[in-house]
């Protein structure tokens, strides 16, 4: 019996880096909603979180990717907006892709989870 290999071909254009960092996001118009979640993996262009809340697929997200405090380095945000252009698969855990423009790197605003 002969095996078939399945080919799996990468669509990224940029490299992903597995990084975990906590992640505040929020969408919505009428309903503000605000979520957290984690990277697992962050590119010049997207990143996935993981998170059991996902906004519909499509929707624009305002994101903060919290950076860690140093010793002597307080802790900043990296701001994005973007797009959720993918929700998870199964096997692949709760969360979802985000095609994102990153455009600030600072101190990070006051987001509630509600």
């Known amino acids: 019996m002969q095996q078939k290999v399945?080919?799996?071909?990468?669509?990224r254009k940029k490299r992903r880096y597995?990084?975990?960092?906590?992640?505040?996001?929020?969408?919505?118009?009428?309903?503000?909603?605000?979520?957290?979640?984690?990277?697992?993996?962050?590119?010049?262009k997207a990143?996935?979180?993981t998170?059991?809340?996902?906004?519909?697929?499509?929707?624009?997200?305002?994101?903060q990717i919290l950076m860690p405090a140093s010793v002597d380095i307080a802790g900043n945000a990296i701001e994005a907006t973007g797009r959720v252009v993918?929700?998870?698969t199964h096997g692949e855990g709760p969360g979802f892709a985000v095609s994102a423009s990153f455009y600030s790197y600072k101190k990070p605003a006051k987001m509630r989870i509600q």
Not at 18 to 42: N, S
Not at 51 to 63: E, I
């Open 6 to 11: 399945l080919e799996i071909r990468e669509r």
């Open 86 to 88: 993918r929700l998870s």
């Open 51 to 63: 998170s059991r809340v996902r906004p519909p697929l499509k929707t624009h997200v305002q994101c």
């Open 18 to 44: 597995r990084v975990q960092l906590p992640v505040l996001f929020r969408w919505g118009k009428d309903i503000m909603h605000t979520e957290g979640g984690f990277t697992r993996d962050v590119s010049l």
């Open 47 to 49: 990143f996935f979180v």
